[in-house]
């Protein structure tokens, strides 16, 4: 870890950097951001490019209540325009090209259709456009530095996300209490604990893959630093629905590695004790002794979730955007003409559930499309990456509780592309494969040399 901040110090002086122009006054950070991104291209720096990104995505989460810092919440907008103005004018070296954005075309087509529903065409065209780029630019920019510099990408972007997190848990020692704790949960550099837990989540993901693809690139020091900073933040954060996620990804990556046949066998009984759990839940929690951590008093009631998403279905099916939604965005539109209500109901927030968002904003259809590519990608994944299903069923129940999923310029829907990136592109999960072949093949000539000459074998 010192060799990679040695090796990445500019990049860490830059986020210094774009953090103070930032909360100096003026709007100095929209011209500033597209013009390091073509700075760090000029310099070859393709690895800081993606690291970047992602942390002007985290930045863009952070606290409302920190108001010098509302302007990364647009001004990323210029940073991925860049990234894609970059892949446009070096195309020829991004060849070739992900499979990734193809499998979704279809989906991102259909996605403009419902803007003519929409109630914000403007935001609604913007979004989709965002959505689009962003599953087009981030493959391409991972398999561009996977090309590179191999699997020490990889390892320094998982050492970036680690000091960053970190960095986050220091703050506190010279931060106000609630720049990065809310009612006693650690959020960090996010703007709630439950966002700090989904990124916690798909780090998890993120180290776990990178791992099972190429067990030696980590000591077994750093991955005790590794695994133990991300399942401390998961703590830290009190996430119910993450910490969940997190440990059914771990149980089902070990069923599927064994067989696709045990895996399914163990998501039907994960449902199965879902559904007692769920009805016990309250009984559960206070016999293990833990209903302060799990907070007891909010899980009869979903923390008003439930009340959100039965809001949310009857405006799907009331207001006419059950068959074709009413663009991205759409969500926002309908849930701030209705805040009042919903504040007065308890409820703070949106949707909670990404497929109701997804509802809302491209109807049954866009639903059908999006997971229809989706699914496929894990089904190819899954020819050459066991755990494939594993990741995809574990994500699957982290929607259902946040629309994560369905937004394009947050931090968490990048990892999970860097993820669908490196199980499905050939050039990176092949490599799994091409060093267990080399193992075998080595395995073999060192047994044919130890055949004694009696065998009839040249030594």
Known sequence: ???HLREHTGLYLLILFWVGVTVAPGPWIYAVLPLSVFLMRQKEAWPDMIMGFLIILILSDMNPGLVPMRKVKTAKYGYIVALSIVFLIDTARFYPISNIFKIFLPFFIYSFFPLLFSGSPVIGFEKTVSYALLYLIVPNYILMNYRQQGWAFFRNFLFFIIIVLWFSRIMTYFTPYWWTFIEGRFRGLFGNPNGLGIFSFLTFILAYTIN????QLFSQREKIIVFGSIFYFLIACGSRTSLVA???????????????????????AF?????????????????LGVEEYFRVETLADGSGRYFAWQFAWERITNDGFFLFGGGFGNDEYIMRQHYPYLRSMGHHGGVHNSYL??????????????FRSFILMFIKANKQAPIAFALMFSVIFSVLY???LTGSLNPFTIMLLIVMTMMSEEEIIGHQHASEEEEEEHEDQAGVH????????RT
């Open 212 to 215: 099972y693809m190429n067990k």
């Open 402 to 404: 946040e629309s994560w």
């Open 357 to 370: 968002t997804m509802w809302f904003n491209t109807g049954i259809i866009g639903i059908l499309l999006f």
């Open 1 to 3: 870890m010192i060799d």
């Open 271 to 287: 449902i199965a004790l879902l559904e007692v759990a769920q009805n016990n839940v309250v009984f559960i929690v206070r016999s």
């Open 246 to 268: 997190s440990l059914m990804f771990l149980g089902f990556a070990r069923f599927f590695s064994l067989s696709p046949f045990f895996g399914f066998l163990a998501f039907l």
């Open 450 to 457: 130890r055949l004694p000459p009696a065998m009839g074998v």
